[in-house]
DNA sequence: TGCTATCGGAGCGTTTCGCTCCGAATGAAG
DNA sequence: CTTCATTCGGAGCGAAACGCTCCGATAGCA
C-alpha cells in the first residue's frame, strides 16, 4: 500500500500519518466544493477512513475547518512569497492567482465565517493580504496592471473562482474554469480600458465575513 | 396594473395574487442566494406570508424550484432579444451579461441539477442558448469579440458570476461584483491577447448539469 | 500467542426541514 | 349587525440528516 522504506519505521503510525494526510486533502476538496455544509461522513468516505479515524486527529468539524482555514492561508501566503520573487511582476501575479484557485484556497477562505475565529488566524490572513498589496504595488510599478485595481480586488477575484472549489484536474470544468480566468486575467492586465465602476473595494467589508454570525436564524437576509 | 372590468379580483383575492408574486420574487432571492438547500421557511418570511399560503399555490418545493427556473430562463431570453435588436453587438452583449447576472439568472440555472426536468424546460433552454449564438456571432462579425469566445464561454461566466445571488443593490458586494464584471467583459472584448487555452467548452457538458445526480434529491421524497 | 494501539462504521440523540392542519382574520351578502 | 365563504399565518408533526461516540475487528510487536 505505502512505501516499504518507511513501513519499517513504526507499521501503524505510518498508517496513522498517512490517514492523517488524507482526510485533511479530503476535506478540503469536499468542503471547498460543498461549502460547510459538507457533511464529516462524506469526508470520511473520499479520505477512504472510518469515522473514528477521523475524530480521534480532529476533535470536531470545526477544528477540520479551522486547520484547513489555517492551511489555505498558509498556501497563499507561500504562493505570494513565490510570486514576488519572480523575475517580472505580471507573470507573478498570474501564477498567484492561479494557484490560489487551483488550490481552493479562495472556496476555503469564506469558510471562516462559520467558525470561531482565533487572533492567530487572523495574523496570518493579514499577512497574507500585505503581501498581495506589496504584490499588487509591484505590478503597478511596473506598469503591467490596470490603473485602479487593488490587492483586494484581486483578492475578491481568487475567492469568486474558488467557489466552486478545486475542480479535478483534467475534467472539463477545470478547462472552462481556466478559460475563463484567462479571459479576466486579460482584463486585470494593463491596457487601453476605461476606469473600473464604483469605489475599491474596502479591507473592512473584506474582513467581515469573518465575524462569526451570532445564529444563521433565518429572516435576516438583510442589505448590507 | 388593477384589472378595472374585473370586479371579482378585489379584496382577499387581490391579496392572494399579491402574495403569490411576492413568494415568487422572494423565492428567487433566496435560491440564488443559499442555493437549492434554502429553506422554504426562509421564503415565505422573507416574503412576509405565511407557509400555508405559499403552499396552497405551489405544491411542493421543487415546483417551486421549476417555476423559477422557467422565468428566469425565459427572462435571459428576452435579454438575449433585447441585446440582438441593440444598435451594436458590443453594448448588447454587454447589456445581456449584465442583465443575466443582475437578475440572478446564472445562478438560477445549475438548481436545475436538483430536480426533474420537463420537456418544456429543454426546450426553453435550448431556445436561450440559440438566440445567444446568434449574439455571439454577431459580435464577431463587428469584430468586437475575442477570437476564440464561443457562446458557452459567455454563458459559463454569467453562471459564475451569478452564483452567489443577485447582490441587494446599494451594498458593497454589489459594487465589488460590478467591478470583477467590468474586468472580465473587458478581457472578453476584442484586443491583443493571446489566445485562449484549452478547448472550448462543449454543449454536452453544459446540458449534463441538468441531469438529476446520483443525490435522489435529500429534501422533497414523498411527494412529487 | 497473547497484548496493545489503531481502524472502520453502525447507531444514538439532536437538530433541521418539508409539509399539514386549523383557528383567526377579512370582506361580501343578506 | 350577523352569517358565511375564503384566505391568512404559523405551530407542530413525522421523517430524514447530521455530528459524534462507542465498540468489535484488525494489524503490528514481543
Redesign the pocket.
Same mark, same amino acid.
Given at each position: 500500500m505505502a512505501e516499504p522504506q518507511y513501513r519499517s519505521r513504526?507499521?501503524?503510525?505510518a498508517? =496513522?500519518e498517512r490517514?492523517d494526510r488524507r482526510v485533511l486533502d479530503a476535506a478540503r476538496e469536499v468542503f471547498a466544493a460543498h461549502g460547510a455544509g =459538507?457533511?464529516? =461522513?462524506e469526508i470520511a468516505e473520499r479520505a477512504?477512513?472510518?469515522?473514528?479515524?477521523l475524530?480521534?486527529r480532529y476533535g470536531?468539524?470545526?477544528d477540520l475547518l479551522r486547520q484547513l482555514c489555517m492551511q489555505a492561508m498558509e498556501e497563499s501566503i507561500q504562493a505570494a512569497e513565490a510570486a514576488l520573487a519572480a523575475p517580472d511582476a505580471w507573470t507573478g501575479l498570474s501564477d498567484y492567482v492561479h494557484a490560489c484557485v487551483a488550490r481552493g484556497s479562495g472556496a476555503l477562505a469564506p469558510l471562516a465565517g462559520s467558525l470561531e475565529t482565533t487572533p492567530e488566524m487572523w495574523e496570518t490572513s493579514r499577512r497574507g493580504r500585505r503581501l498581495l498589496e506589496q504584490l499588487a504595488d509591484r505590478a503597478h510599478r511596473e506598469g503591467v496592471l490596470r490603473a485602479g485595481v487593488t490587492a483586494l480586488d484581486v483578492a475578491w477575484l481568487v475567492e469568486f473562482f474558488g467557489r466552486r472549489g478545486p475542480a479535478a484536474p483534467g475534467t472539463e470544468d477545470e478547462a472552462i474554469r481556466r478559460r475563463l480566468l484567462a479571459i479576466s486575467l486579460d482584463g486585470l492586465r494593463n491596457h487601453d480600458a476605461g476606469p473600473l465602476p464604483g469605489p475599491a473595494p474596502s479591507a473592512r467589508h473584506y474582513e467581515r465575513r469573518w465575524q462569526l454570525e451570532p445564529k444563521p436564524t433565518p429572516g435576516d437576509t438583510q442589505h448590507d
Open positions: 513504526r507499521g501503524r503510525q498508517e =496513522a490517514n =459538507a457533511t464529516v =461522513a477512504g477512513v472510518g469515522m473514528g479515524s475524530y480521534r470536531s468539524k470545526s
